[in-house]
């Protein structure tokens, strides 16, 4: 009988025979990226194109003008495939910040308490950032975003500025996964120092010059509405939320069901508040102050320059209002209590202010 013949060896599997390589035996190499030279129709090299073909990942390509550029990218490509660290880059390199930003208007916005202000900033940064919007997410860096700040500051308050660059971190989160972005640009953005203590105050007499230009606008709901946000303090988010079936003239509070800390309130009014209410016309939707924040904030920056008062911005109203609560005797508690602070530290401002009055009066 002769020499058995060798076989490789064989291991039983799930009731299969299933070969193994012999011991030792080196796996075959996944094949390497090709490059090759690309020419325009006149038969001149325009570049050089490195492809990668391998089991399990989609195929990548990519032309470069050199071909050291792309054995380098195709080399880099190998190197996360072998490590196990691949991200297919195609969708970042397919979509641009424009369509994260209109992704985030018709998907994520819409489910925000603060829809219309997050499409109004959006909508502003389309129209007047084009370039910027032109950038594919696989080629936007932080310095893009940090040459926006440096332009933005100019035109808007630090504080304004910081919530636009938040929003933009928010745009590019809600789609990182989505196109394997391994980082997020606008997170390295260092965002500028905010003086939240902005002490911005209307005397009376500013108020009269204020509500005389309110008298001239012809969008009928604006008066009422600063007269009543002077009176409670509310956000003007909540104001333009608020309903006719959440107010009860008799018991004089106005209910807010949700919040910007989303948490309910009452929030009383004051004989004044209830004054303007009261001669308000009922709407058809139900909403005691049916207008957009556009419509508001362009006829509130009408009429406040027709006043002269440049400095006083819409927001201020809900500072003026805690400041005369304050001014009355008011504690932080009280304060906390119509404001809806969850923050008693932002508040001590006003306890603060509050101290000085009384100093002044002891003389």
């Not at 925000?112 to 084009?130: I, T």
């Not at 027709?306 to 008011?330: K, P, Q, V």
Request: charged share 30%.
């Amino acid at each position: 009988m002769g020499p058995r013949s060798k076989s490789r060896p064989a291991i039983e599997f799930a009731g299969q025979l299933q070969d193994t390589e012999p011991f030792g035996t080196v796996p075959e190499c996944p094949p390497v990226a090709t490059i090759t030279k690309r020419f325009n129709r006149d038969g001149e090299l325009i570049g050089w194109q490195a492809k990668i073909r391998r089991h399990g990942f989609p195929t990548q390509s990519k032309t470069f003008d050199r071909k050291t550029d792309a054995d380098a990218w195709a080399r880099s490509l190998e190197g996360e495939m072998d490590r196990g660290a691949f991200i297919d880059r195609r969708p970042a390199e397919q979509m641009t910040l424009a369509d994260a930003i209109r992704h985030y208007l018709d998907a994520v916005a819409p489910t925000h308490k603060g829809a219309d202000v997050e499409a109004a900033r959006l909508g502003r940064f389309l129209r007047e950032e084009p370039d910027l919007c032109r950038y594919a997410l696989s080629n936007l860096r932080t310095h893009h975003i940090e040459d926006y700040r440096d332009r933005r500051l100019e035109a808007v308050a630090p504080g304004s500025l910081c919530r636009e660059i938040n929003l933009l971190h928010a745009v590019l989160e809600s789609v990182r996964r989505r196109v394997g972005l391994v980082d997020n640009p606008v997170s390295h953005v260092r965002r500028p120092k905010v003086n939240d203590e902005r002490d911005v105050r209307l005397s009376l007499d500013e108020e009269a010059q204020l509500l005389s230009a309110l008298d001239a606008t012809r969008n009928p709901w604006i008066k009422p509405f600063v007269i009543v946000a002077l009176e409670t303090a509310m956000r003007r988010g909540e104001m333009l939320a608020l309903r006719w079936e959440h107010v009860d003239l008799v018991q004089q509070t106005a209910h807010l069901p949700e919040t910007k800390n989303g948490k309910g309130r009452t929030v009383p009014l004051s004989s004044r508040a209830v004054k303007t209410l009261e001669a308000l016309p009922r709407s058809i939707g139900g909403a005691v102050f049916p207008v957009s924040l556009d419509s508001l904030k362009h006829a509130w920056t009408r009429a406040r320059d027709r006043a002269g008062l440049h400095h006083f911005h819409l927001h201020d109203l809900r500072h003026e209002a805690t400041s005369r609560l304050a001014e009355r005797g008011w504690n932080i508690l009280e304060l906390a209590a119509v404001t809806g602070h969850q923050d008693l530290q932002m508040l001590k401002r006003y306890t603060n202010l509050r101290a000085a009055d009384l100093a002044k009066k002891m003389g």
